[in-house]
Each structure stands twice: as C-alpha cells, then as structure tokens.
C-alpha cells in the first residue's frame, strides 16, 4: 500500500514539474512574443530564431569579420538606416542615430540609465564588483548626491596639482622606453600605456605606488583586463553563468578572483588612510582624501560607507585606466599612420615646449594640434561606443514611435562614420575640430565622453594626462609600425586596438 501511494505522489509530482515547466515554457514565449510585436513598427534585421533573436546572427558576424559589436551594429545601419530594433531573448534595444535625439534623450535625466546593462557592474558571476557607485547608480537622486561627493575633487585647482604626477610618470615611460629604443625590439605600446594609467589613476585618486610599470609581476593590471573581460561576457551572454563547461567555469572563477583582489587592495589602502588620519599622519591630497574629508570619514552618510568607497575605488579603476590606455594607443598609432600629422606635431611640440623638461599647466592649452589630433582619434576610436538610456516616457524618432521603458541605445562610433556628420568620415583628419563660426554638424554626433549629466567626471584630466605623456614621448623617439598588424578595434567593454599598437622605437636625432 505505501509503495503504491509513494509512486503516486512521484507521478504527480513529476506531472506536476512537467506542467510547471510547460507553463512557464508558455508564459516565456508569450513574453518573447508580445516584446517582438511591441517594435514590429520599428525596423530590423530578420531575427535568425525566435528565442535568440539577433543574438546567431551577430555572434556570427563578429566572429567571420573579428569585429566588435559596434561594427555589425554599422552595418546594420548602413541598411536600416538612424533607428532600428535588436533582439536577443526577451531582451529588446533600439539603436538611435539621430542627434537631434541624442540630443534630446542624454540631456534629459528624467531617461536614465537602465538597470539590464548596469546591473551587470555591481557583480560579476555573483562576485561584487562596483556596487551602485558612480558609473553603475541608475537612480537619479542617489548618483546625483553621489557625484556632489566627487565633484569637488576635480575642480581645476586640483588638476592643475596634477600636474607633477603626469610629468613623472611619463618621464618613468621614457625611461623604460629607452631601454627598448634598439629600432629592432617589438613594443606592444598598449600594454606600456595601460601599466602607466594604472600607475597614473592609482597615484592620483588614492595615493597607491602600484609600479605597474616597472614591475611586470603587479597582478592589478591582469587582475583589471579579468574584470573587464568578464563583465563583457556577462553582458554579451547573460546566461554564461549557467554554462557548466570546464572552460567557463575556469573563467568565471578568474574573473571571480580577479573581482576580490581589487577590492581587497582598495579595502586595505582606504582603511590605512583612515587609520593615517586618525594618527594625524600627513595625508596627500588625493580624491580619497577629499572623499573621507567630505564623508565624515565614512561615517557621515548611511549610504556611503566602507564598502561603497571600495566600489568607487573599483570604479575609477575600471573607468579611468583602460579607457585612459587605449586611448593613447589609438593615437599613437594614428600618429605613426600619417607622417604629415606627426610633422605637424612635432614643430608644435618644439614650439612650445623647446628643450623644457617639465610640461607647465599652462602650456596645455598651447598644445593645439595635439588636442584636435587626439579628438579625431576618438573620433574613430572611441574607447567607449556609446551609452545607453531607459525612456521615461514614449518619444518620436525618425518618424516611428519608440515605447515608454524602452533601452535607447546612442552610439557614436556609429556616428562618426557617417556623411551626415562628418564629410569624409573614414579620412584621419584632425582639423575638421577646428572651431569654427558655424554650428558644427557634429554637434550631438560626437560624445567620446557621453553627454549630459552623467558625462565622464575625469574628461578633463583624461586630456590632461594624455597630452603630457604623448608630447613627451614624440618629442624624445621615433615610433615605427610593425608591418603587418591590424589596425580595428577589438571591444571588451573598452574599445582597444586589435594588435595592440606594436612599435618599433628608436630616439630622436
Ligand atoms: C580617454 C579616457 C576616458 C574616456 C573615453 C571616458 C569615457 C567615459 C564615458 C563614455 C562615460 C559614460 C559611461 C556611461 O554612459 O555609462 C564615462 C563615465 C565616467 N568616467 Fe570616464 N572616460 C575616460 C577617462 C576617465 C578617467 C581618467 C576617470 C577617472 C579619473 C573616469 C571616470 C569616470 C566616471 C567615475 C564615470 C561615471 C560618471 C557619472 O556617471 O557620474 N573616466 N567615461
């Protein structure tokens, strides 16, 4: 008799598994349905399977012409035209070229940031990363007392204080760069660039000597590279979480690591500078300082304690460093692309700074040439691609009515390839950045460091920082291309150049 009844609650309960799972089943499609008949208005590429969407066709397309995401996305445009609609699951974006909407979108904070994307930044397969902080708060009136916080530390009298920090840093690049300036030994000037923005973004926000640059063995910058290769993974498929293979779940548990140690370095340098302060001990003047002063020592605010201040930390690792590096790479390998560039640049560089050793505050903006030279270099490498908002309410764009809660996504990679913006977009041509009397029409088409409100806080330093160290490494070598190498952009969350500007350095007569 109780065998009899055992077997029956298991076939009822098996039943009932298979009716729950069918429901579901169901409800999903359903779902995955009514989200495709929400944008059928809108166009798009014919999705390769209900369930994935555009997901095959894309992995396909990156894979065959080892591109980024942005490029399928430009072609995609090159056949749709400014707006149209991509599908991966339940998952729905629509991509807008249209700076008036741009315009109208990023200058509005009523459309935030939405929390699909930038959830994926306050943990990576379940290992905390950068909490709600700066770059990730999609709340409006929580980032905006959050940026009051960091608006101070980088007002000018501040960055201008900085200036000793970039002259020695580059000059520490000089140095290591003089040991390889044979003309023979292949240098991976990415790789160089990246040690020395670490170096920078550490000194500069939170007073750490991680001597990237001199010591190959400090695990940040690999550590940095894990975090972000696996925030990419996350985004690009979000359910590689559940993927049982040896190989992802090797992956996982490196990017896992990789997320502990950063913010194991970050805890262990706040708590000291506490601790510092505490003894009276002198203190640099660094955006740490400036936030445990504002904090109350962290104690000031319920919302901003330990824990938080570690997810600034992991931010501005993750936000200033890469973007900072592979920025420098894609100039300096435009620099080297087009001679006439560099000569121009090098009687600027003569000009202004002559045989001084130290780059002054004040002759940055002297630097003219350089600025629009490193502007075009974003132009058509940008290390970030675009952003992304939720709409807070339906908008017009091009004609078609894009819903309420819809991710818009603006991208301005896009947007610099295209005649409407920019006449001869695939010419290198730093000029066109001249400013000029009339309304440029790239206005609201070229946003390297996003737009409005939530626009990138350390622009101003970023331009800084690169100005000082390419002046000074123009000035002191010759950097020749090694033949052969590619020169697209290879994305893991930054825009990076593919072969990683590989130089063959000698000195300058
Ligand atoms: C060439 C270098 C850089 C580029 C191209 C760049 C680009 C950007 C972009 C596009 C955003 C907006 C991201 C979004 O919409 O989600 C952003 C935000 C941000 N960036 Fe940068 N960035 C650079 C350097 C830096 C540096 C050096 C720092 C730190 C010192 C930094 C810190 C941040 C932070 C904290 C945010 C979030 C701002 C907020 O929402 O309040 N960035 N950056």
């Given at each position: 008799m109780i065998g009899i009844g055992v077997l029956a609650l298991l076939g009822y309960t098996i039943l009932f598994v298979l009716l729950l799972a069918l429901t579901s089943g169901v409800a999903y499609s359903a779902y995955v349905y009514m989200q495709h008949r929400k944008y059928a208005h809108i166009p798009s590429v014919k999705r390769a399977n209900f369930f994935m969407g555009h997901y095959p066709t894309i992995k396909d397309y990156m894979k065959k012409?080892?591109?980024?995401?942005a490029e399928v996305l430009y072609e995609w445009y090159k056949e749709l035209g400014l707006v149209y609609c991509v599908h991966v699951l339940h998952n729905t974006f629509v991509v807008c070229l249209d700076s008036k909407v741009v315009k109208m979108v990023m200058t509005n904070s009523k459309h935030t940031k939405p929390h699909v994307e930038y959830d994926a930044f306050q943990a990576v397969f379940g290992s905390r990363l950068g909490g709600r902080s700066l770059v990730s708060e999609t709340d409006h009136s929580r980032w905006s007392q959050r940026r009051a916080l960091f608006n101070p530390a980088f007002n000018r009298q501040y960055l201008k204080g900085l200036m000793d920090i970039f002259n020695d840093s580059a000059d520490r690049l000089v140095q290591d760069l003089m040991k390889r300036a044979d003309g023979q030994t292949v240098v991976t000037m990415r790789d160089k660039f990246n040690s020395i923005t670490l170096d920078v973004i550490g000194k500069v926000g939170f007073g750490l000597d991680l001597n990237a640059m001199e010591d190959p063995s400090c695990p940040f910058p690999v550590a940095a590279t894990k975090v972000l290769q696996g925030l990419q993974k996350s985004l690009l498929v979000p359910w590689y979480s559940y993927i049982p293979s040896a190989h992802a779940r090797n992956f996982r548990k490196e990017v896992k690591e990789a997320c502990h140690l950063i913010r194991e370095i970050g805890r262990d340098c706040i708590l000291s500078r506490i601790e510092a302060k505490a003894r009276g001990d002198a203190t640099p003047q660094d955006i740490l300082t400036y936030l445990l002063d504002a904090s109350k020592e962290l104690q000031?605010?319920?919302?901003?304690g330990l824990e938080e201040m570690i997810d600034e930390f992991v931010t501005f690792f993750v936000a200033g460093q890469e973007t900072t590096g592979n920025h420098l790479s894609f100039t300096l390998q435009q620099i080297c692309r087009y001679p006439e560039v560099l000569k121009k640049l090098l009687i600027e560089i003569e000009e202004v700074l002559?045989?001084?050793p130290f780059v002054d505050y004040s002759d940055l903006p002297k630097l003219e040439y350089l600025m629009l030279v490193m502007k075009e270099s974003m132009r058509q490498f940008p290390p970030v691609s675009g952003s992304t908002r939720s709409l807070a309410h339906e908008i017009e764009c091009c004609g078609y009515t894009i819903p309420k809660g819809t991710r818009l996504r603006v991208n301005h990679f896009i947007m610099g390839k295209m005649e409407k913006y920019f006449d001869d977009p695939e010419e290198f041509r730093p000029e066109r950045f001249q400013v000029s009397d009339e309304t440029p029409r790239h206005l609201y088409a070229y946003f390297p460091f996003s737009l409005?409100?939530?626009?990138?806080?350390?622009q101003s330093m970023a331009m800084m920082e690169t100005r000082v160290i390419l002046a000074k490494l123009l000035r002191r070598f010759t950097f020749d291309l090694v033949p052969g190498q590619k020169f697209g952009i290879k994305q893991e969350l930054t825009n990076k150049p593919v072969d990683g500007c590989k130089t063959y350095i000698t000195l300058r007569e």
């Open positions: 012409h080892e591109c980024p995401l000031g605010d319920q919302n901003f002559g045989d001084k409005g409100q939530r626009t990138c806080i350390g």
